[in-house]
Structure formats: C-alpha cells, structure tokens
C-alpha cells in the first residue's frame, strides 16, 4: 500500500486527517501565540540569506585569494632556481686548447663575480706570465684560483670534500671548480679521452678541472652532478652519473677551489 492510499478514506477537514479544505485558513484548534506569522517567516528566510551572503563570500575570498599567493610564491621560487642555472650554462665555452681547462674554468666564475667579459687568451696570458699555466702541461693543482685572486675574486681551497659540502657552497651562490681524473668521468667516451691523453703535469692523479653548478636527484636511482666542462663541445650544463663524478674527483684528493665572490662587492 502506497503512502497516498492511505490517506484516501479521510475527508478534508476531519480530525483524523489534521487537514483543512482551505491551506490558506489559519488552523483553529492552533493556540493564537503560535498562529502563523508569514512576516516572522519572511524575517527568518532574511536571517538566512545574510548569513549565507556573509559565510560564503568571506570564505571563498579568503580561501581563494590566499591559495593563489602561495602558488605565485612556489612558481617564483621555481623559476629562480632555474635562471640561477641558465646563469652559469651561459658563460660556458669550449677551451681552445688541450690543457687550458683550468684557466677557462675560473674565467667562467671570473665572469660572473666580476660581471666583466674576459678572454681565454687574456687570462692564458697572466697565469703563463706568473708561471700559473705551462704551455703543453696545463694548471698545477695547487695553483687553480691563483688567477681568480689576482682579480679580487676570493678563494678556499680544500681537500677531502663530500657532495654535501658542494651543495651547501653552491646554495649560498658560491662558484665551485674541482680537480678530476678527465678519463674517469664518463669511461669510455671520446672526448674524455682525448683530454686524458694531454701531457698535464707530471705526478697530478688529476688532470682535469671543471665547474660544479647543481645536481639532478630526479631519478634516486641514477642521480648526476650537473658541470661546466670546458673539455667537451658539449660540456654545458653536462650531467654526469654522481659514482662517476666521485671516481674521477677522489683522483685529486677530492680537491676544491670556492669563489664567494668579489671584495669589491
């Protein structure tokens, strides 16, 4: 039996049903007090709506507009990030010769901190002249930096460095060169092995120096560390696996040259 049927043998207006024949007559067995008020009801539906008006509009704009600053911000921290390393990949360029890696490498951080354009063959010139570069055997290891401090660029040389401590440097806008064995950063390639076969100097386990400008962690399973090579014609923003990276760094003592910057600044 339907909800409807059961109501079907109850006249209008009787006791029984509580139904009244006309719904716009006010119910007499209701006590006055509780009569029907459509002012009071119409109030009430206005108590409703402001309510409604206020709750919704403050939340969605405050909601709304907050959750579009954080997104602006991470968008802005994202973006610098990027150019920070679009910075360095620009001031790359290929050495001229086989053994000039080291002097190219701090021409790349020359130009930066100084804000200056210098040239390979101007710098080639003041660290042949100081006895910082040898033509046919390259950069003593002990002697990368020498040309950035003669242009009042400081630096801090040390050994035994880990990945973190490279990190931590380039977060603080630092400039890193290391010294790497050039045959161990990715075996079996020409172009590391044509660098390899240069005399360098003799009794150095490296003969190698690049810039370090970032890491790749992308993938946890295969991480790189992101160079300058100045050896490779394609050594702008190179990545190389992070255990071959460490293979050919620990040739050198894990040697590290850090530029903070110019004094003048």
């Known amino acids: 039996m339907s909800l409807d049927d059961s109501y079907d043998d109850l006249g209008p207006g009787t006791e029984e049903s509580g139904v009244f024949e ?4 006010q119910d007499p067995t209701l006590d006055p007090d509780t009569a029907y008020d459509p002012e009071a009801d119409l109030d009430a539906d206005l108590d409703v709506d402001e309510t409604t008006d206020v709750d919704v509009d403050e939340a969605t704009d405050v909601d709304v507009d907050e959750a579009t600053d954080v997104d602006d911000t991470d968008t802005d921290a994202t973006d610098a990030d990027l150019d920070a390393s679009q910075d360095d990949i ?9 053994d000039t890696c080291a002097v190219v ?8 901190f100084t804000g200056e354009d210098h040239s390979e063959e101007e710098l080639v010139a003041v660290a042949e002249a100081n006895d910082w570069y040898r ?3 390259g950069t003593p290891q002990d002697d990368v930096g020498n040309l950035l401090e003669y242009y009042d660029v400081p630096v801090e040389r040390t050994e035994g460095d880990t990945l973190d401590d490279l990190e931590s440097s380039l977060s603080e806008g630092a400039g890193v060169l290391v010294a790497v064995d050039s045959g161990e950063l990715l075996p079996d ?3 590391g092995e044509a660098l390899a076969d240069a005399s360098g100097i003799p009794g ?3 003969d190698h120096v690049v810039q370090v400008i970032g890491f790749d962690r992308s993938d946890p399973d295969d991480p790189q560390v992101i160079l300058n090579d100045p050896g490779r014609a394609d050594g702008a923003g190179l990545e190389v696996p992070e255990a ?6 620990e040739d050198s003592g894990r040697y590290t040259v850090t530029a903070s910057g110019s004094s003048d600044v």
């Open 22 to 25: 006309d719904p716009l007559l």
């Open 90 to 98: 620009d001031l790359w360029h290929e050495q001229q010769a086989p």
């Open 105 to 112: 490498s701090q021409e790349f951080l020359l130009d930066r």
């Open 135 to 137: 033509p046919g055997g």
């Open 189 to 191: 390639d020409p172009d």
């Open 204 to 206: 150095q386990g490296a």
């Open 244 to 249: 071959d990276f460490l293979n050919a760094w």
